[in-house]
Structures are given as structure tokens and as C-alpha cells.
């Protein structure tokens, strides 16, 4: 257990952003002697603006495959952080993901590979319970064995981690910091699914790429830009990059690299 407490400890530091996830990811790795840990913040309920710091940071790759591959597929599901409320509770989430292909493909191409045979999951929540982020961790035994073992401490460090994050929230509000840009008044006349499309295109992503990330089809994203357009009074691309790359490179999505140009995971090691 005392290696549980330096986890809490990690949880309850206020350090810089980067920092924390890092220096946390490794804090519960070590605690749960597990294959693989990351730890996740974003603003609430916008899992394209998630950062991720991973331990150990040679399984970076899996994060970032994680992230572009599966995480929208996994938001489709009742198992997203769009579904509403999630539970505070440690979970299996391959084995109560309804999407039993996704599972599948999800051991076959990143977790097995890598020595993981259960992954365990805890949502971060925000002062109003919304999801803020998540805790997951990658274990080389079966799901019921890691629950057993881990989901008490496991809570008590997100439990931590939810509150130290929502003190940062509260202390940079109460010190005047403004978490949105300009701009960003003029996307919130945009839906939820339109700001993520402006997200990624300010990162230069085709069509194509946009609706391989998101699983919609091109049609239905050339559709969408057409509202983009309309909405926002631009004519192009560059137009719309021109009023909004800022905004759109501040709150994109990170794991990074040579999978999406533009991104940058935590390298800190």
C-alpha cells in the first residue's frame, strides 16, 4: 500500500499540466506494477482536446493509436465520455463495451502486443461530476484478478486526482484566467460535432482524414463544412484557418507525431 499512497501523493501535487500526468502515470504504473498507465485531462466532456501523459514513454505509440484509431469508435458507445455522467467506479471496459469487434481488434493490434491483458478505467470528474479526463491502466492479468486487486486504490487516487484538478480549475478562475479564446465566442454558435471538425481541419486534415478520424463518411463531413461556411461567413479553408488556427491548435486533441502532423504528446520522461 505504501506505494498506493505515493500514488494519492502524485494525485494531490499542483504542478504544471504535463508534469502532473506524467509524474502521476508513473506513480500508479509502479503501484499497480502494470504494463502500461495513462493518465488524461480535457475539458469537459471533449475527449478531441484530451492530453495524455503515458507510462512508460515507450508506450507512447499505443497511446497515440489509441487516441487517432479507436477513441472516436469508443465515444459511439455507451462506454464515452459523450454518454453522459459516468460512473466513479473502476471498470473493465472490454469486457462491458458493446462493440465486441472493437474489443477485439483492440487486443489484437495494441494491447497483446504489448503484454496487456486487461485494462482497467476511472473517469476524472469536474466539480458539476462531468468527465475532466480518465486514469487507465493495462495489466498482465485477467480482468477480474486487476479488479480485484486494484479498483479500491485505483478510485481512491482518481478521487485525488479529480480534486486536485478541481482546484487548479478553481484557483485559475479565481485568479482572473479566462479558459477561452476570442474566437471561440464564435464557434459556440457551431454544434458539438462542427467544432470538432474545425478543430481538426485547423490541423490541415483532408476530408478523408477527418472522416476517418471521426467514422462518418466524407459526405457527411463535406456536408457539415458547407454549414461551417455558412455559419461562420468564410469562403474557404484558408479563410476559416486565417480567423481560427489559434483556437483550433490550442484545443486539439494530442497524442501526436507522425500519425497527425501538429499534435504533441507529453515527452517528458
Excluded at 47 to 63: D, E, F
Aim: proline residues 6%; hydrophobic residues 40%.
Amino acid at each position: 500500500m505504501t506505494r498506493w499512497r505515493a500514488a494519492e501523493a502524485a494525485a494531490q501535487r499542483l504542478l504544471a499540466a504535463q508534469e502532473w500526468r506524467a509524474q502521476l502515470a508513473d506513480a500508479v504504473r509502479r503501484a499497480a506494477e502494470a504494463e502500461y498507465v495513462t493518465v488524461v485531462t480535457c475539458p469537459p466532456q471533449d475527449y478531441l482536446a484530451a492530453q495524455a501523459g503515458t507510462s512508460p514513454r515507450s508506450h507512447q505509440p499505443l497511446t497515440e493509436q489509441l487516441f487517432v484509431r479507436f477513441l472516436p469508435r469508443i465515444e459511439k458507445t455507451t462506454e464515452g465520455m459523450s454518454a453522459g455522467a459516468p460512473s466513479a467506479e473502476v471498470y473493465a471496459p472490454l469486457d462491458r463495451s458493446p462493440d465486441r469487434e472493437m474489443n477485439l481488434e483492440l487486443k489484437r493490434v495494441l494491447f497483446t502486443p504489448a503484454g496487456i491483458e486487461s485494462l482497467l478505467h476511472v473517469f476524472l470528474t469536474g466539480a458539476d461530476r462531468r468527465p475532466i479526463g480518465w486514469i487507465s491502466v493495462g495489466l498482465g492479468s485477467p480482468s477480474d484478478q486487476a479488479l480485484a486487486r486494484f479498483a479500491v486504490p485505483l478510485k481512491q487516487v482518481a478521487e485525488q486526482a479529480s480534486q486536485t484538478l478541481r482546484g487548479a480549475i478553481a484557483l485559475a478562475e479565481g485568479c482572473g484566467v479566462r479558459p477561452t479564446l476570442p474566437q471561440e465566442a464564435e464557434l459556440a454558435q457551431l454544434s458539438a460535432r462542427e467544432r470538432q471538425i474545425v478543430r481538426l481541419v485547423m490541423l490541415g486534415l483532408s476530408d478523408t482524414n477527418v472522416a476517418e478520424r471521426l467514422q462518418l463518411s466524407e459526405t457527411t463531413i463535406g456536408s457539415h463544412m458547407k454549414k461551417i461556411f455558412r455559419r461562420l461567413k468564410v469562403h474557404s479553408r484558408v479563410e476559416l484557418a486565417a480567423r481560427f488556427g489559434a483556437t483550433g491548435r490550442a484545443t486539439v486533441v494530442t497524442p501526436d507525431s507522425d500519425l497527425v502532423q501538429g499534435l504533441r504528446p507529453d515527452t517528458s520522461e
